[in-house]
């Protein structure tokens, strides 16, 4: 799998948008971009992915560069449920399927009330 | 929305017990996946089951390590003589049929705990 490097931590206020961003200089062309999170104490849970196009769903929205050397995971409005570790990962979509996802550090995210 | 179940949510073993931990994915999954977490760490790739056979696995997955789909329903991880360093969160996952546009689905954990 190609590699992404993220912060280890950010934080944000309550109410206030959030961005996180993902560096993946080394993707290829046919990696989908996959985020993930994981609240405490819980197993890690879907968010959104994308292939070129921005995306959007009820979580949160997806902007990827042109270049897809880079991605943000952008959280509208954050909330105190919003904490947790966020995962971003490259899938190559003509791989086998059952190609495991590998999870690196993440962002770890503190929503401050 | 369907869920991965997994029981127990919490397992206390002696060191050199064997341990099952058992998964019940979603009904109409074809691949599965078993995970850990050792406190504090990130989450680490165990091994993924298709079509009745291990598809991958990581170096992690030795031979104290296996799994098995004994009904088409469950699907269980075990360890054969567990040691120290197994304790960890134990996440179960499974992908559904379709394919570029697959969400990885886990359930809550087994944590387990070797003393």
């Known amino acids: 799998d190609a590699k992404t490097t993220q912060p280890n931590s950010m934080e944000s206020n309550e109410e206030e948008p959030v961005h996180l961003p993902c560096n993946h200089s080394t993707i290829s062309g046919t990696d989908y971009i996959h985020w993930y999170r994981q609240l405490p104490s819980q197993g890690p849970e879907y968010v959104i992915h994308?292939?070129?196009s921005n995306v959007n769903n009820r979580m949160a929205s997806l902007a990827i560069a042109e270049d897809r050397k880079s991605s943000t995971l952008i959280l509208h409005r954050a909330t105190l449920r919003d904490a947790a570790v966020y995962y971003c990962?490259?899938?190559?979509?003509?791989?086998?399927?059952?190609?495991?996802?590998?999870f690196g550090p993440g962002t770890r995210l503190s929503v401050l009330p | 929305e369907p869920e991965v179940t997994q029981t127990p949510s919490h397992q206390v073993t002696q060191m050199g017990q064997e341990v099952i931990l058992r998964c019940v994915p979603i009904?109409?999954?074809?691949?599965f996946y078993w995970y850990r977490q050792i406190l504090g760490q990130k989450v680490e790739f165990l091994v993924s089951?298709?079509?009745?056979?291990?598809?991958?696995k990581s170096e992690i997955f030795d031979d104290q390590f296996s799994v098995e789909r004994p009904d088409g329903s469950n699907f269980t991880l075990k360890i054969r003589s567990t040691k120290l360093e197994d304790s960890a969160m134990y996440f179960c996952?499974?992908?559904?049929?379709?394919?570029?546009?697959?969400?990885?689905?886990f359930g809550s954990g087994t944590q387990l705990s070797v003393l």
């Open positions: 089951f298709y079509n009745n056979e291990i598809s991958e």
């Open positions: 009904s109409n999954h074809l691949y």
């Open positions: 996952a499974s992908l559904p049929r379709t394919g570029k546009n697959e969400k990885l689905f």
């Open positions: 994308g292939l070129t």
């Open positions: 990962i490259l899938r190559d979509f003509n791989h086998n399927y059952g190609q495991n996802f590998v």
